[in-house]
């Protein structure tokens, strides 16, 4: 089945404990990118990887750390967590071929992250 | 710079009746827009998208949206709303410049009334 993998699905943490979300695409797909969404505020992009070791930020990438080390593979890292960054968070993928503004991305799961 | 408004946070139906979901954007290129659903604690799933191929686009589960340029909209209609209709909606912009962004709208959650 074609499907994008987050792990763990709920974390609770403390402030400065790093951590670490996996996200997993079995789709060979060249896209990913990492969202954070807060109510009233919709999806925001945090980082986004166009390919292996290619990572940019998006629009609120302050606090947060990317790798693209394998394609399936699109690691968030919050090497020092802080309150205000409790969210749920969303991996997706997509392919990059046929014009990549034009397909579809495909979201995983979503992670919910508590920081105390 | 690209940007989405969705012109309402919320909006209610009873089911069998009309559902408009407003989208705004503003776009120094021409856009590719999208429409997303969340179901309750579920993930996002595509709706529709506009490629530039027809300005009308159909949907799954019989959404549409149409695409009107003058108008820098791309509202989502459904002509008869189902209470399984009941999730958020977001309208979505990417933005293919020197990198690849991915532009959300705040989100219409939308009710339905049996």
């Known amino acids: 089945e074609a499907q994008v993998t987050q792990n763990p699905r709920y974390l609770i943490t403390v402030t400065g404990k790093k951590l670490t979300v996996t996200c997993s695409q079995n789709?060979?797909?060249?896209?990913m990118s990492w969202y954070r969404q807060d109510p009233g505020l919709g999806l925001r992009q945090i980082y986004y990887?166009?390919?292996?070791?290619?990572?940019d930020k998006g629009d609120v990438p302050e606090g947060y750390k990317v790798s693209r080390k394998e394609k399936r593979n699109f690691p968030l890292i919050l090497e020092s967590p802080s309150p205000n960054q409790t969210s749920l968070y969303f991996c997706?993928?997509?392919?990059?071929?046929?014009?990549?503004?034009?397909?579809?991305?495909?979201f995983g799961p979503g992670t919910r992250l508590t920081v105390l | 710079a690209q940007s989405v408004t969705q012109l309402d946070s919320h909006v209610s139906v009873s089911e069998g009746t009309p559902v408009l979901l407003r989208c705004n954007y503003s776009?120094?290129?021409?856009?590719?827009l999208f429409w997303y659903v969340q179901h309750p604690n579920k993930g996002l799933q595509l709706l529709l998208k506009?490629?530039?191929?027809?300005?009308l686009v159909k949907g799954i589960n019989g959404f549409e949206a149409e695409f009107k340029k003058s108008e820098t909209s791309f509202h989502l209609t459904k002509p008869s709303a189902h209470m399984s209709d009941a999730a958020e909606y977001f309208c979505?912009?990417?933005?293919?410049?020197?990198?690849?962004?991915?532009?959300f709208g705040a989100g219409t959650r939308l009710f339905v009334k049996a």
């Open positions: 997706a993928s997509s392919r990059a071929s046929g014009g990549l503004a034009y397909n579809e991305q495909f």
């Open positions: 789709m060979n797909h060249e896209y």
């Open positions: 990887s166009m390919n292996v070791e290619v990572t």
């Open positions: 776009s120094s290129y021409s856009p590719s």
């Open positions: 506009y490629t530039s191929a027809a300005t």
């Open positions: 979505v912009v990417t933005r293919n410049t020197g990198g690849f962004k991915t532009i």
